[in-house]
């Protein structure tokens, strides 16, 4: 291992750091997969709690609205304590412990938002019981959530410095996604809910989340590997916070993240496109089981989706060189613009070519991911170049004080679509009214709020491709 140089800019005592093993680039990714499992059982939440427990549309978005207060509370202060915390650094690491603690706890708490609480007590009418137990069940599973990624997002502009390292880390991600979300989201877990009685069975959800809680712990074994801080990593964060440079007081540190301009974009940036995604998402179930009657296993609901995750991982590989050659401003409005574009054709086009637009829109939907990935990784190095601090948490808690509203703002449009063309799910008499509905929400909705987004975006981002290679040697140079 290579030891410390004698040469101190700022105070900071600069630290020669070893390359990662190929390994660690592949630990690392297994990341994802223990995250997107949770996400995908999550995203079953709002069609679970409409068809099994009952619950009115308008009410469901009362339950996320309370769950995005919460978390909006807890994403900044998350991100504020973990930047500030210090005691188990020098040992553990700045994040890992943060990391591994969230992803321990997060699953059991996934699991009892699937126990339909007013049935184990043998009071099935009772629908407020359900609605507070989704509420205080989602709100400490999100916080646990929270714990997790925010730490997560934060250690990877510090663990992987280099535009090479990033690359390296960026692809191994999207290969082990998409092996995961093909092979597992698309194909088992939907199997899994349909051989252990269907979309209309709460014990289907029950033992379906259960079994992916279980894939998600032997995931995250690996896992912890790569977000594994070394020695050089720990020492060079446990000097950073000797020297007060992790942290500054909070009314300064949200100064700082709200003034600065580029990470405000990339926030909007990212928020919109995670509106748009969930619209497309969470009201696609509604679409296949309802407005068209398909099975929750059957090929016809299982083929659209694979479709986007397969052209996704195309599109990520294409878009990585492409960001290379133009650069990440660029590479975003060119991969949003697309992605975008896929939902104004479900809504213009007739739903027999709903597999062939899926191409189309998981292309988009791949180079979106990576670009995002390279944007915040950006946004935050100028952002440690100016303020001389690693703050990551506190900016990636600002980040998701915005994303916690998502699902909130989702629930409130389906509500809205849902009260106008007389839809409720679970009664059959309202889907023939209700189909047209269930289309805009997973059409031109999310249309709208990603093409919104990509405007904001591109007015507002102004890293350039030299600036952004610029600004990882100054941070080397500054010991930062």
């Given at each position: 291992?290579?030891?410390?140089?004698?040469?101190?800019?700022?105070?900071?005592?600069?630290?020669r750091?070893?390359?990662?093993?190929?390994?660690?680039?592949?630990?690392?990714?297994?990341?994802?997969?223990?995250?997107?499992?949770?996400?995908?059982?999550?995203?079953r939440?709002?069609?679970?709690?409409?068809?099994?427990l009952?619950?009115?549309?308008?009410?469901?978005?009362?339950?996320?609205?309370?769950?995005?207060?919460?978390d909006?509370?807890?994403?900044?202060?998350?991100g504020?304590?973990?930047?500030?915390?210090?005691?188990?650094?020098?040992?553990?690491?700045?994040?890992?412990?943060?990391?591994?603690?969230?992803?321990?706890?997060?699953?059991?708490?996934l699991?009892?938002?699937?126990?339909?609480?007013?049935?184990?007590?043998?009071?099935?009418?009772?629908?407020?019981?359900?609605?507070?137990?989704?509420?205080?069940?989602?709100?400490?599973?999100?916080?646990?959530?929270?714990?997790?990624?925010?730490?997560?997002?934060?250690?990877?502009?510090?663990?992987?410095?280099?535009?090479?390292?990033?690359?390296?880390?960026?692809?191994?991600?999207?290969i082990?996604?998409?092996?995961?979300?093909?092979?597992?989201?698309?194909?088992?877990?939907?199997?899994?809910?349909?051989?252990?009685?269907?979309?209309?069975?709460?014990?289907?959800?029950?033992?379906?989340?259960?079994?992916?809680a279980?894939?998600?712990?032997?995931m995250?074994?690996?896992?912890?590997?790569?977000?594994?801080?070394?020695?050089?990593?720990?020492?060079?964060?446990?000097?950073?916070?000797?020297?007060?440079?992790s942290?500054?007081?909070?009314?300064?540190?949200?100064?700082?993240?709200?003034?600065?301009?580029?990470?405000?974009?990339?926030?909007?940036?990212?928020?919109?496109?995670?509106i748009?995604?969930?619209?497309?998402?969470?009201?696609?179930?509604?679409?296949?089981?309802?407005?068209?009657?398909?099975?929750?296993?059957s090929?016809?609901?299982?083929?659209?989706?694979?479709?986007?995750?397969?052209?996704?991982?195309?599109?990520?590989?294409?878009?990585?060189?492409?960001?290379?050659?133009?650069?990440?401003?660029?590479?975003?409005?060119?991969?949003?613009s697309?992605?975008?574009?896929?939902?104004?054709?479900?809504f213009?086009?007739?739903?027999?070519?709903?597999?062939?637009?899926?191409?189309f829109?998981?292309?988009?939907?791949?180079?979106?991911?990576?670009?995002?990935?390279?944007?915040?990784?950006?946004?935050?190095?100028?952002?440690?170049?100016?303020?001389?601090?690693?703050?990551?948490?506190?900016?990636?808690?600002?980040?998701?004080?915005?994303?916690?509203?998502?699902?909130?703002?989702?629930?409130?449009?389906?509500?809205?679509?849902?009260s106008?063309?007389?839809?409720?799910?679970?009664?059959?008499?309202?889907?023939?009214?209700?189909?047209?509905?269930?289309?805009?929400?997973?059409?031109?909705?999310?249309?709208?709020?990603?093409?919104?987004?990509?405007?904001?975006?591109?007015?507002?981002?102004s890293?350039?491709?030299?600036?952004?290679?610029?600004?990882?040697?100054k941070?080397n140079?500054?010991?930062?």
């Amino acid at each position: 291992m290579n030891k410390m140089s004698q040469s101190e800019t700022n105070g900071i005592e600069k630290i020669r750091r070893t390359p990662h093993k190929g390994i660690k680039y592949w630990a690392w990714a297994m990341g994802g997969p223990v995250g997107l499992l949770m996400v995908g059982m999550w995203g079953r939440i709002q069609y679970y709690s409409a068809r099994i427990l009952l619950i009115p549309q308008a009410t469901i978005f009362i339950i996320y609205l309370i769950y995005s207060i919460v978390d909006a509370f807890n994403d900044p202060l998350i991100g504020y304590l973990a930047d500030r915390s210090t005691r188990f650094t020098e040992k553990y690491g700045k994040r890992f412990p943060w990391i591994i603690t969230g992803h321990l706890a997060q699953p059991i708490f996934l699991i009892l938002c699937f126990i339909p609480i007013a049935f184990v007590v043998n009071d099935p009418s009772n629908i407020l019981l359900s609605i507070v137990w989704l509420i205080i069940m989602m709100s400490i599973y999100e916080t646990l959530a929270t714990v997790s990624e925010v730490n997560r997002s934060a250690l990877f502009p510090d663990l992987f410095r280099s535009q090479i390292e990033r690359t390296k880390s960026i692809r191994a991600g999207q290969i082990i996604i998409i092996i995961y979300q093909v092979f597992i989201v698309s194909i088992l877990i939907p199997i899994i809910l349909g051989r252990l009685g269907g979309a209309d069975d709460p014990n289907a959800y029950l033992g379906t989340v259960i079994i992916s809680a279980i894939l998600a712990y032997i995931m995250l074994v690996p896992y912890a590997y790569g977000a594994y801080e070394n020695r050089e990593v720990k020492s060079f964060r446990a000097q950073l916070d000797q020297k007060h440079k992790s942290s500054s007081s909070p009314k300064e540190t949200l100064i700082r993240v709200f003034s600065d301009r580029n990470w405000m974009a990339y926030v909007i940036m990212f928020t919109f496109y995670s509106i748009g995604g969930i619209c497309f998402l969470n009201g696609l179930p509604f679409f296949f089981f309802d407005g068209l009657g398909y099975a929750v296993d059957s090929f016809e609901a299982i083929l659209p989706r694979l479709i986007v995750l397969i052209m996704s991982f195309i599109g990520s590989l294409v878009f990585i060189p492409i960001i290379k050659k133009i650069g990440t401003k660029k590479s975003a409005i060119i991969s949003l613009s697309i992605f975008g574009l896929f939902f104004l054709t479900i809504f213009l086009l007739p739903v027999s070519l709903l597999n062939i637009l899926c191409v189309f829109g998981g292309f988009g939907y791949g180079g979106a991911i990576v670009t995002g990935i390279y944007i915040g990784a950006e946004a935050i190095d100028k952002a440690v170049i100016k303020s001389g601090k690693r703050e990551e948490g506190s900016f990636s808690g600002v980040l998701r004080v915005f994303t916690a509203f998502s699902y909130a703002i989702q629930t409130l449009l389906f509500a809205i679509v849902s009260s106008f063309t007389g839809y409720v799910s679970g009664d059959p008499s309202t889907y023939a009214a209700g189909y047209i509905g269930l289309l805009i929400q997973i059409s031109l909705i999310p249309f709208l709020i990603v093409i919104i987004g990509t405007i904001a975006f591109s007015l507002m981002y102004s890293i350039t491709k030299e600036e952004a290679l610029q600004n990882s040697e100054k941070l080397n140079q500054l010991g930062l």
